[in-house]
């Protein structure tokens, strides 16, 4: 026995007697060192977007939210106004117009996009010749709706003897062109709006290929018809998506600018049926030169925006439901 333990390791020797491991500094060992230059490479690699954020996010973000609280009119120096930007505001006629008419377009316009999108995204679904096809042509608009070009192409069609009333007046519908009439200018920004489904549709489509054909099946069995199937199997495992959609879309739509500001011609015309609230934005910041009340307005959007997602954040947790969840 004591000659066994005369050969033992020194560390199980150690270990057995209960004395604690010799530190690495006594021992002379070397000590593990720390990787300094791999942290700074990290932050060289990163420092293009650092500066970018800080530069051309951050940066403006807070020169804005200054700006918000005077009087600036892009050649005088700012004037500390405090709070008369937002009573100014609140006492703008023409600011609440814009408020009605992008709600009109976001809450009308949105919906319909993403059941436009969903139908269609039902429709690939299914495996069929020329599949591939369809879903390159579907999500193109998606591209280039956003476009100054598609903007004034669409004005052309939509106008007085343009592509659209000519087609309606081939069935007795003469509306003498939607460009020039209030009434029917919303509903053209909807149809544009529409016409863009195809990057919501994609989303779709990627959510209905992870829902299981088993469930399909057994609803089968149960007798479910294909709106049942619909209601019951496939918008429940569609809700994330559907959500993520709703929401990404509903701020798209907050921000809808070119397409409104082309086919109103830069005034919000006619009769104001064009004057989004980006639109009336501009047109204070650099037709007005109130750069000053176009950064109290800009701030305004940033927090209504961030108000609605917050309830849809807040209202997701009674219909949105996930894999795994107990609901």
């Not at 005369?6 to 070397?30: K, M």
């Not at 919303?186 to 489509?205: D, E, R, T």
């Not at 559907?242 to 109103?264: K, R, T």
Request: hydrophobic share 50%; charged share 15%.
């Amino acid at each position: 026995m004591t000659t066994d333990s005369a050969h033992a390791p020194a560390a199980t020797r150690t270990a057995e007697s209960g004395a604690r491991p010799a530190d690495s500094r006594r021992t002379g060992a070397p000590r593990p060192r720390r990787r300094n230059g791999d942290t700074i490479a990290g932050y060289v690699f990163l420092s293009p977007w650092l500066l970018g954020f800080v530069g051309l996010t951050l940066g403006p973000m807070l020169a804005s939210l200054y700006l918000a609280f005077t009087d600036y009119n892009l050649f005088t120096a700012p004037e500390w106004t405090g709070l008369e930007n937002l009573t100014r505001m609140a006492e703008d006629d023409k600011f609440w117009s814009s408020v009605r008419i992008t709600l009109i377009y976001v809450l009308v316009g949105t919906p319909i996009k993403l059941a436009a999108a969903l139908a269609v995204a039902m429709l690939l679904n299914y495996k069929a010749r020329g599949t591939g096809f369809f879903r390159s042509a579907f999500y193109a608009p998606s591209l280039i709706g956003a476009s100054v070009s598609i903007a004034i192409v669409w004005r052309a069609m939509f106008s007085t003897d343009g592509p659209v009333d000519g087609t309606l007046n081939l069935f007795g519908i003469n509306l003498g062109g939607w460009i020039g009439n209030p009434s029917l200018i919303m509903p053209m920004m909807i149809l544009l709006a529409v016409w863009q489904f195809g990057a919501p549709m994609v989303i779709f489509l990627a959510g209905l290929k992870g829902v299981p054909a088993e469930l399909y099946e057994a609803a089968s069995v149960d007798g479910a018809k294909p709106w049942r199937k619909f209601i019951s199997v496939t918008v429940p495992m569609l809700s994330p998506v559907i959500f993520f959609n709703l929401l990404l879309e509903m701020i798209n739509a907050f921000q809808v600018f070119a397409s409104a500001y082309i086919i109103g011609s830069g005034t919000g015309g006619p009769g104001g049926a064009t004057n989004f609230y980006t639109v009336y934005l501009y047109t204070r910041a650099f037709a007005n030169n109130q750069m000053g009340y176009a950064s109290a307005m800009a701030w305004v959007l940033l927090l209504a925006v961030g108000v609605l997602a917050f309830i849809l954040f807040r209202t997701s947790k009674n219909w949105v439901h996930y894999a795994g969840d107990s609901k």
